[in-house]
C-alpha cells in the first residue's frame, strides 16, 4: 500500500514532513469512534483488520469480499476507510433496519467526528415519495378527473391527510408519515417509476422530492440505498451520480435481489392500472372495457400455471392473452398519442404519465416473445393476483460490464456463502476473499443443541414431538424464545399447541407489526415470539429477552422453485452443493446469528432437525458456517443449561 495524504476536510495533518498512512489514519480515527461509543466501546481486531481491508480495496481499485460475523461493527468498518479516502460511495443494504441504522446512527455519529463532517444521504424508488403533480391535481378546483380510479371507500379522508401533510413535509418520503396510507391512498398521491415522465416534462420537476432527494445523493459523500435500487442503477445507469467505491452489506441476498431487479413482471393489474391511469382522459369507453377484459383474461390464464416455470414456447392460453393485452396496450398508445397538444394541464400532465406507462408495458410484452435461455419464466402469486415474473439465469455479466469494470467494491455480511463470489462473477477479477471472525465468546455463552433424536421431518410422527420438544426448552429458558419456522402453517401449528400449555405470552408474527411485535417482545422478558422467514434475519434482540432460539427444520430451498430449478439445471451434478446447501447454510446461521447480540448474552441454538447430526455427507458444511458454539446432542445438558441461564437473569431482575 502506498502513502497517501489524508483529505485536509477529515483531519489536520501532522507537523511532521511524513504524511501518515491511510491504515494509519482509518486505525486511528476507528480509535477515536471506539473511544466515543457508550462505555467506551470494546476492542474488536476483527473490526480494525476488515476496514483496513476496505482501506487497502479502495486504494487499490480491487474488490473484497467480506464475512464478519455479529459484533464485529463492520458498518464503521467500511464507513470509516471510505471517509478517509475521501472519495463518493454508495452503500447498498437489503434491509430497511440497516438502512435507518446507517443514516439515523452510524453516519451521524461518525460525522461529528470528523473535522467538517461528512455529507450523507438516502436515496430510495421514486414511489416512495409523495408527488407534487398528483397534490397539485387534486387540490386543483378544475381537477373533474378524480383520482384515476385508484381509491376505494374510506381512502378519501387518507388522501386528505395526505394532501396536509405534502404542504408541510421537507423530504416528501413516506417513511416519515404518521401513519400507514393504504394502498389506494398512497397511489392516489404518487408515481412510480414506469409513469413518471421526468424532472424536465413535470409541471412540478423543479419541486419535485424525488427529484431532490436524487440531487441530495449526488451531492452526497455517502449515499445509502436498497439493494433493488442499486441493481436498477446497474441495469440502467440512470439511477445514482458516478462513485468510486460500492459497499454491499448483507451480499448473501444480492444475486437474488439482482435478479428480481433486472427481470420484469407482469399481470392482469399492470393491465387494470393502466386502465386506471386512462380512463379519464380517453373518450373511448369501448377501448377502456377491452383493455381491462385483456387483462381478466391474463389473470385467468395465469392462474392456471401458478407455482410452474414457463418455457419460451409458452401455453396456447397465455400466449393469446398476453397477443390480446399488447394489442389493447397499442391501441390505448395511439389514442394516448391523438390527445391534442392544447388540451387542458391536467389532461396533458396525466397523457405524459400514461404514456410513460404503457410503453414500459409494451416493452415487457414484446420481451415476453423474444425469451432466451439465460432467461427464467414462471408464475407466482396469490389465487387472486397471479404474476408472471421473468429473470436473468445468471446476473455475473451484468456485474462484469456494470460493476466489477467500474469500481472498487466490498461484499460483506455475517454470514457469506462460500459459492457466492463464483456465482457473482467477482472470482474473473482482482479480488480478496476475508473472514474477519466475531468478538463474541460462542464457546462459553452459545450452545448448538441438535435434536438427533426426534424423527425425520417427513416423518409423520415429527410434528407432534417436536411440539414435545419445544414445549420442554421454553420452560427450561423461562420463555426469552425466538422460535423460527420454516412455514407459516408449522408456526400455527406450534402457537396453537403450546399457548394453552406454556405460563408464558405467546406471540406469533401476524398479531403486530413487526416493529411494535419486537418491542412488546422485548419488553415482556418471559414471554415467546413465533415467527416465520422474515424473522431469520435483520431482527436485533440483545438482553434478557432471549435465550433461546429455536429452528424447526434445515431451511433447504423449495424443490420446485422456478428459478433455483432453472439454476440446478444450469449446474447439474454440482446443484445440490451450489444451490441448495449455500442457501441453507446461509440462512440457518442467519437464524442462529439472532441470539448472540453482544458481549454478555448467552444462550442456546436448538436446531429440531436431526439431519444436522446425521447427515455425514453435508453436516459439517452447515455446522461451519454456523458461529463457533459448543455442540451438544444431550437434552439434559442443553436444559441444565438454560436452568442457569434463567437462574442467573431471575437474580438480576430481582435486584434491579
Given amino acids: 500500500m502506498s502513502d497517501t495524504t489524508t483529505p485536509e476536510h477529515l483531519a489536520e495533518r501532522p507537523e511532521a514532513s511524513a504524511e501518515p498512512r491511510a491504515s494509519d489514519t482509518i486505525r486511528g480515527l476507528l480509535a477515536t469512534a471506539t473511544e466515543a461509543l457508550p462505555g467506551g466501546g470494546e476492542d474488536r481486531p476483527g473490526q480494525v483488520e476488515m476496514a483496513e481491508a476496505v482501506g487497502a480495496t479502495i486504494e487499490s481499485g480491487e474488490h473484497l469480499v467480506v464475512q464478519a460475523g455479529t459484533g464485529t461493527g463492520k458498518s464503521l468498518a467500511y464507513l470509516v476507510p471510505v471517509v478517509v ?352 471472525g466475531s468478538p463474541f465468546d460462542y464457546e462459553n455463552n452459545a450452545m448448538l443443541y441438535c435434536a438427533a433424536h426426534l424423527p425425520d421431518p417427513r416423518d409423520d410422527n415429527y410434528r407432534d414431538a417436536l411440539h414435545q420438544e419445544l414445549e420442554q426448552l421454553i420452560v427450561a429458558a423461562g420463555g426469552r424464545t425466538l422460535a423460527l419456522f420454516t412455514s407459516r402453517r408449522a408456526m400455527l401449528e406450534a402457537a396453537d399447541e403450546l399457548e394453552p400449555l406454556l405460563p408464558y405470552a405467546v406471540y406469533t408474527q401476524d398479531q403486530l407489526p413487526k416493529a411494535k411485535l419486537i418491542e412488546a417482545f422485548t419488553t415482556d422478558e418471559s414471554s415467546c415470539l413465533f415467527a416465520t422467514m422474515s424473522f431469520w434475519q435483520g431482527v436485533d434482540i440483545p438482553g434478557p429477552a432471549l435465550s433461546l432460539v429455536t429452528i424447526d427444520r434445515l431451511p433447504f430451498p423449495r424443490p420446485d422453485d422456478p428459478l433455483l430449478q432453472a439454476r440446478r439445471d444450469l449446474a447439474g451434478n454440482r446443484a445440490f452443493r451450489e444451490i441448495d446447501l449455500p442457501r441453507a447454510a446461509t440462512l440457518l446461521a442467519q437464524g442462529a446469528g439472532r441470539l448472540i447480540r453482544r458481549s454478555t448474552d448467552h444462550g442456546v441454538v436448538a436446531v429440531f432437525d436431526p439431519r444436522l447430526a446425521t447427515k455425514k455427507s453435508y453436516r459439517w458444511d452447515i455446522i461451519k458456517a454456523l458461529p463457533p458454539m459448543t455442540r451438544t446432542r444431550d437434552t439434559e445438558r442443553v436444559v441444565k443449561f438454560l436452568n442457569a441461564i434463567r437462574s442467573r437473569r431471575d437474580e438480576a431482575t430481582a435486584t434491579r
Avoid at 452503500?91 to 439515523?104: F, M, R, S
Avoid at 379519464?280 to 377501448?287: C, E, F, R, V, W
Avoid at 396469490?382 to 451484468?398: H, I, M, Q
Wanted: glycine share 6%; aromatic share 4%.
Fill in 85 to 436: 479516502s475521501g472519495e463518493r460511495a454508495v452503500v447498498a443494504t437489503a434491509t430497511k433496519a440497516l438502512q435507518d441504522q446507517l443514516a439515523n446512527k452510524d453516519l451521524p455519529f461518525l460525522s461529528a467526528l470528523v473535522p467538517g463532517g461528512i455529507t450523507f444521504a438516502v436515496l430510495k424508488g421514486r414511489s416512495n415519495y409523495v408527488c407534487r403533480q398528483r397534490i397539485a391535481e387534486i387540490e386543483s378546483p378544475s381537477d373533474q378527473l378524480g383520482f384515476e380510479g385508484f381509491t376505494d371507500a374510506g381512502d378519501d379522508e387518507q388522501i386528505a391527510e395526505l394532501v396536509e401533510w405534502a404542504a408541510t413535509t421537507v423530504s416528501g418520503d413516506r417513511a416519515e408519515l404518521p401513519f400507514e396510507p393504504s394502498v389506494g391512498a398512497w397511489s392516489a398521491v404518487s408515481v412510480g417509476p414506469r409513469e413518471c415522465p421526468g424532472k424536465a416534462r413535470c409541471p412540478q420537476g423543479e419541486t419535485c422530492f424525488a427529484e431532490q432527494a436524487r440531487e441530495q445523493a449526488a451531492a452526497a459523500d455517502i449515499t445509502v440505498v436498497n439493494s433493488h435500487l442499486y441493481g436498477l442503477h446497474l441495469a440502467t445507469d440512470a439511477v445514482l451520480a458516478e462513485h468510486k467505491v460500492a459497499i454491499i452489506d448483507e451480499a448473501h441476498q444480492f444475486e437474488d435481489v439482482l435478479s428480481a431487479t433486472l427481470g420484469f413482471e407482469l399481470s392482469g393489474g399492470r393491465m387494470r392500472h393502466l386502465v386506471r391511469t386512462t380512463q379519464a382522459i380517453l373518450d373511448d369507453a369501448d377501448l377502456v372495457i377491452r383493455a381491462d377484459e385483456a387483462g381478466d383474461e391474463l389473470a385467468d390464464a395465469l392462474r392456471r400455471y401458478r407455482d410452474q416455470r414457463l418455457s419460451a414456447d409458452l401455453p396456447e392460453d397465455l400466449a393469446a392473452a398476453l397477443i390480446s393485452c399488447r394489442s389493447r396496450a397499442d391501441r390505448i398508445h395511439n389514442a394516448l398519442r391523438n390527445i391534442p397538444d392544447d388540451a387542458p394541464d391536467d389532461v396533458k400532465n396525466r397523457k405524459l404519465r400514461a404514456v410513460q406507462s404503457v410503453t414500459a408495458l409494451i416493452d415487457d410484452l414484446d420481451a415476453m416473445s423474444t425469451l432466451s435461455d439465460e432467461q427464467v419464466a414462471w408464475v407466482e402469486g396469490s389465487e387472486g393476483a397471479p404474476v408472471l415474473k421473468v429473470a436473468p439465469l445468471r446476473v455475473d455479466d451484468v456485474l462484469h460490464e456494470k460493476l466489477w469494470q467500474q469500481r472498487a467494491t466490498v461484499l460483506t455480511s455475517a454470514t457469506m456463502p462460500t459459492s457466492l463470489p463464483d456465482r457473482l462473477g467477482i472470482t474473473s477479477h482482482p479480488h480478496r476473499v476475508l473472514d474477519v
